[in-house]
């Protein structure tokens, strides 16, 4: 079974500091990887995707994620936070074939809030 | 395309009335799923459908609890009789293939 854990459940930066939102995955085989940004009183949207290919993917808002396979993980950056970036992040996992289903398996997510 | 569409966006009901929540997919998608998200629980799966077939409804949390999908356009979540902990936000989202999944804007669920 598939199932993505996000380690931190808050986490405080100051505007411009850099932030770092961990994720790791357990699946049998390299999944396909994803990031998602809530802001309050919305739906969510995807910041970036991984499905193989360069580790290293960007995303908007200035977002980029490194996928390690001998971590399991796949760690969310942004060099320097912006106010606008206070929301909840969730990485979520699919299976990369068509036979194992289109299920996608989401973390607990992590609460960033950004200190002026 | 507008994206997955949800209704209502609130609906606040009394304990025991029934509850219905709508949702349009993107067009062209052929996955959807149902989750729930509440603080003490976080992002919950409650169903999926593949082609309009319900794939995985192990989330769903009891027999109140029912989904459809009569079409590829269209489908709903009943929730009969309605219980406070029910009370929540409901989002639906669409995916084509193994790409990512769209979400709607939610449907925050009260229930008094």
């Known amino acids: 079974a598939q199932s993505v854990t996000q380690p931190d459940i808050h986490i405080t930066v100051s505007e411009g500091a850099s932030l770092e939102l961990r994720c790791n995955y357990s699946?049998?085989?390299?999944?396909?990887l994803f990031w998602y940004v809530q802001s309050p009183g919305q739906g969510l949207q995807l910041l970036l995707k991984y499905f193989s290919g360069d580790t290293l993917v960007q995303g908007i808002k200035g977002f980029e994620a490194e996928f390690k396979r001998s971590q399991s993980s796949f760690n969310l950056r942004k060099p320097s936070v912006h106010w606008s970036d206070a929301a909840e992040y969730f990485c979520?996992?699919?299976?990369?074939?068509?036979?194992?289903?289109?299920?996608?398996?989401f973390g607990g997510g992590t609460r960033v809030l950004v200190k002026p | 395309d507008a994206g997955v569409i949800q209704s209502p966006r609130h609906e606040v009901t009394e304990m025991g009335q029934e509850v219905t929540l709508r949702c349009k997919p993107i067009s062209g998608h052929n996955s959807l799923f149902w989750y729930r998200q509440t603080m003490m629980r976080g992002l919950e799966l409650l169903i999926y459908f593949n082609n309009n077939v319900p794939i995985d409804d192990s989330g769903m949390p009891e027999d109140r609890f029912s989904a459809k999908m009569p079409n590829a356009s269209f489908s709903t979540l009943k929730i009969q009789p309605s219980e406070p902990r029910d009370s929540a936000v409901y989002f639906c989202?669409?995916?084509?293939?193994?790409?990512?999944?769209?979400f709607g804007q939610g449907t925050r669920l009260t229930v008094v």
């Open positions: 979520a996992v699919g299976a990369p074939i068509k036979a194992a289903g289109n299920k996608l398996t």
């Open positions: 699946y049998g085989a390299t999944p396909y």
């Open positions: 989202a669409s995916r084509q293939g193994r790409d990512e999944a769209f």
